[in-house]
């Protein structure tokens, strides 16, 4: 007898928003389908969406709608927290209207009050964890505005690593983006996540941060996003987050 329970793949990659149902079953025949760690190249194979994982070219896919993961631009001045008991203004305010069922959201990659840019929220636990852990790398990228004109050579120390009160600590990428008048505009990638560690990190080489901005958390960017906004993620940018973790 034919397999009559779960959802017919191509309509879970079609759900999902991957593609079309028509393109989905190329994708199928073509081999570029996973189920549960298994190439599946039939059309009419049914699965359970809530219990297998599911991957295309590699990547993983969700399709539970229990699971949120947003992109948000912090503000300057706002706090990362869910919540905060001295009434100041922080990322909780900004979601509390915007996420239906009063979800237990995460955030991933807390910035200071003075820092702006990318943060992630999500109730994935698992995600948040391993995006969190340093075991896993994840790199995160800023631009940083800094007092003065960068010597050559700055990066070179910084790729090597430069000893901090707490230990030692290196960047994986370091460029000039721009010089300005008395400043200049610096890119930096690490995956590192101490407490202001970008910061610390200049200001041991003699740079200190005039404005922080974080642009980038593994494969998600800020792209044209404004502050305070919130947005989505892509099933791609989701997808290469639990790659990148392991998921």
Request: charged share 30%.
């Amino acid at each position: 007898m034919p397999d009559t329970e779960g959802i017919r793949l191509q309509k879970v990659l079609s759900q999902a928003g991957i593609a079309s149902r028509r393109v989905a079953e190329k994708m199928i025949i073509d081999g570029r389908v996973e189920v549960d760690d298994r190439i599946v190249t039939e059309l009419g194979t049914r699965v359970d969406p809530t219990a297998s994982v599911i991957r295309v070219d590699g990547a993983r896919i969700t399709v539970d709608d229990t699971l949120v993961h947003l992109a948000i631009n912090k503000p300057l001045g706002m706090h990362s927290t869910m919540s905060d008991d001295r009434g100041r203004p922080c990322v909780g305010d900004l979601v509390e209207y915007r996420v239906r069922g009063n979800k237990k959201l995460f955030h991933v990659g807390r910035l200071d009050a003075d820092t702006e840019g990318l943060m992630l929220l999500t109730n994935d636990g698992e995600l948040a964890h391993r995006l969190m852990h340093p075991s896993y790398e994840v790199p995160k990228t800023y631009v940083a505005t800094v007092d003065g004109a960068v010597r050559r050579g700055v990066g070179s120390t910084l790729r090597a690593g430069v000893e901090l009160d707490d230990g030692p600590a290196r960047v994986d990428d370091f460029a000039v983006v721009d010089k300005l008048p008395g400043k200049t505009l610096v890119r930096v990638t690490l995956h590192e996540g101490r407490k202001r560690i970008v910061r610390r990190l200049l200001a041991a080489v003699g740079y200190p941060v005039l404005e922080l901005v974080r642009t980038d958390i593994g494969s998600v960017s800020l792209g044209e996003q404004r502050p305070g906004s919130i947005r989505v993620l892509t099933q791609k940018e989701l997808g290469e987050l639990y790659k990148a973790v392991g998921l």
